[in-house]
């Protein structure tokens, strides 16, 4: 009987006023700002380059090109919810296509057995970086960097600065197939590395966000002092961070090398400044501040229909770079700004002479605000 009672009362109290500031918050320009600004970019290039801009073959080929950059974006992401960052990422990726190319053409393994290797790879490339910044205790920053030269270094030893051509039969299949929207046209299709950016972001999303590690994780990227209080081992949870990375990272670089068919040495290392720069726009997104799955792909698209809108009006290869490195500070000040209103908001609200506690009107008993600041102050 007692819980019957609770629960409705619970229900009939909270319904009725909660939704309407839900649904408010859920669509404001603040939680989901990257929608509007990809709604605004596609109204304005959908009225400059009508001809090119709007056809669904430039938003296929949007999709597949992208796809990759998404899942370098969340190998930088997973370490960042740990607190610590991967500088290597592009050199991780580059590495990647250089030794599935040569494990095929020099040392002519099977292109199905040279792709888990160079996965493999990936993931003994993350275990060195996190054992350099967690048994080492080297900064993130200098030991991911002292890594990223050091695969930028061992790239072109293996590939002495040319592009590594003739792999195998059949591998060039694994980026090019997929599923096919038209009769007519074969090439009318939706490929296999949009599907496995997909899948890879779902399961990085459930395990983040759905599982008791996901949450580890988070602490031992906030407050990794608390964390290990509570008894979370935050230098095992990097170590199994980086990996991860190091994984979905062999994964692009093996997708990247089979879409171009060859090993070059030059397209990996440009995949750090995108994916680093969705990972922080994506982090305004949907979480107020926090690092998640589902904003850094939002961010990855917006930034791309941005660049290839204004390659279609006719820039120059050099504005890539100049929207990406405006992006990454704009989204990193944003994220810091919000960061700073919110602890402003709590302390406000904590203080016992701030406005709003004497405009607040009487109660017999405290507010959730009065009662316990230091939550308040927690949950920023």
């Known amino acids: 009987m007692k819980k019957t009672e609770a629960i409705t009362t619970v229900e009939t109290g909270s319904t009725p006023t909660a939704q309407p500031g839900k649904w408010r918050r859920a669509l404001s320009f603040q939680n989901i700002s990257a929608i509007y600004i990809f709604v605004v970019l596609f109204a304005i290039f959908a009225i400059l380059t009508p001809r090119t801009f709007l056809t669904p073959g430039t938003w296929l080929v949007l999709l597949d090109a992208q796809s990759i950059t998404v899942l370098a974006a969340v190998a930088v992401l997973i370490p960042l919810v740990t607190g610590a960052f991967n500088l290597a990422i592009g050199a991780e990726v580059g590495f990647a296509v250089i030794l599935v190319a040569v494990l095929q053409v020099q040392l002519n393994v099977p292109w199905g057995l040279a792709v888990p290797i160079t996965i493999l790879a990936g993931a003994l490339i993350g275990l060195v970086s996190g054992l350099l910044i967690t048994r080492v205790k080297i900064d993130s920053f200098i030991a991911t960097l ?217 109660s017999d008993g405290p507010t959730d605000a009065q009662a316990t600041p230091e939550k308040e102050m927690a949950r920023t």
């Open 146 to 362: 002292g890594m990223s030269s050091v695969l930028l270094a061992g790239l072109s030893f293996l590939s002495e600065n040319r592009q590594i051509i003739g792999l195998q039969d059949g591998f060039r299949q694994f980026a090019t197939g997929g599923l096919s929207l038209s009769v007519e046209n074969p090439n009318f299709k939706i490929t296999n590395p949009v599907f496995i950016m997909l899948v890879i972001s779902l399961v990085v999303w459930y395990l983040l966000e759905r599982t008791p590690a996901g949450r580890r994780m988070y602490a031992a990227g906030y407050n990794p002092d608390g964390a290990r209080l509570s008894g979370v081992n935050v230098d095992r949870l990097r170590i199994i961070a980086l990996m991860s990375g190091g994984v979905i990272a062999g994964f692009a670089g093996v997708l990247l090398a089979s879409r171009i068919n060859a090993g070059d040495p030059t397209v990996g290392p440009g995949l750090l400044l995108p994916a680093l720069t969705a990972v922080f726009l994506g982090s305004t997104q949907f979480k107020g501040g926090r690092f998640n799955v589902w904003g850094t792909v939002i961010s990855v698209y917006v930034l791309a229909v941005g660049i290839k809108g204004l390659q279609l009006l006719g820039a120059q290869n050099w504005v890539s770079d100049l929207f990406n490195g405006v992006a990454l500070l704009a989204a990193v000040g944003l994220s810091r700004w919000e960061r700073t209103a919110r602890r402003a908001g709590a302390v406000r609200r904590a203080l016992p002479f701030s406005k709003s506690n004497k405009t607040d009107p009487p």
